[in-house]
């Protein structure tokens, strides 16, 4: 599934699938520390661990197809300049 | 003297509540940090052992949290009484820093 | 156990690390200055908890 490489447009729906996972886990994790009851406890702390699934499927993705690379900041910055420079042609 | 062992008295139970404050804020703090770098992880080894831990920083802020609820220091379903509480609290804090 | 890890995923194991241990050595100095019972046995928990999960954060690092 690494062979082909993504179109724009999917590239701009994964990327915003990672952010939404992200934002996902943030949010579940903040609402946590809020409840004091038990059962939405237990719900939010199953709903964060599948967010947390979730981001680690799309980022292994996204690094598959070389979109996203954690490990090489400088190929990181190039890939995103490039992007934008793609974005602001549409 | 006496007033000096008042103050002092007065002071061992706001200890208490003191503390058991700062540590809820702490595991408080510490769920919001380890969902912020789980979603900054990229090896599947760290993002393991930070999702066990979040878990259990989870289980330790119920568990704090419900002694606040019990000792009184935190009044989730009571907004009231819980701003009752923080003015209280915050007026021994300016008394101690003044005097 | 060197890990191959992230530039910014390594900053944020540090990042936490700190914090825990700034956790644990507030949980350790505090301790004496607490008298419920129940509030010095979470404290307890709280130090035990923190330097495990110290541990397992610095095999991660080096």
Redesign the interface.
């Known amino acids: 599934m690494a062979n082909k490489e993504l179109s724009f447009t999917d590239q701009a729906i994964a990327s915003d699938m990672l952010f939404e996972?992200?934002a996902a886990?943030?949010d579940?994790?903040?609402a946590?520390?809020e409840t004091?009851s038990?059962e939405i406890?237990t719900f939010l702390?199953k709903e964060?661990?599948s967010a947390?699934k979730q981001?680690?499927q799309i980022?292994n993705y996204l690094?598959e197809k070389g979109i996203y690379d954690?490990?090489n900041?400088q190929a990181q910055i190039s890939n995103d300049v490039d992007y934008g420079n793609e974005a602001l042609k549409q | 003297m006496n007033k000096f062992i008042e103050k002092l008295t007065g002071m061992t139970d706001l200890t208490d509540q003191v503390i058991a404050t700062d540590i809820l804020i702490a595991a408080k703090s510490e769920v919001r940090n380890y969902a912020l770098a789980i979603t900054e992880t990229a090896s599947p080894a760290v993002r393991e052992t930070l999702t066990k831990q979040l878990d259990e920083a989870i289980d330790f802020h119920e568990q704090m949290t419900n002694y606040m609820i019990d000792n009184g220091y935190y009044y989730p379903n009571d907004t009231k009484k819980q701003l009752e509480l923080n003015l209280k609290t915050a007026d021994t804090a300016l008394n101690l820093a003044n005097n | 156990m060197q890990d191959n890890l992230g530039v910014h995923e390594s900053l944020e194991l540090q990042e936490i690390m700190s914090f825990k241990s700034l956790c644990l050595t507030k949980a350790s100095v505090m301790k004496a200055l607490v008298t419920d019972e129940t509030l010095k046995g979470l404290m307890e928990q709280d130090a035990m908890m923190h330097t495990r999960h110290l541990e397992e954060l610095k095999s991660h690092l080096n």
């Open positions: 996972s992200k886990i943030k579940i994790a903040t946590l520390t004091t038990s406890r702390k964060l661990k947390i981001h680690g980022y690094h954690a490990y900041v």
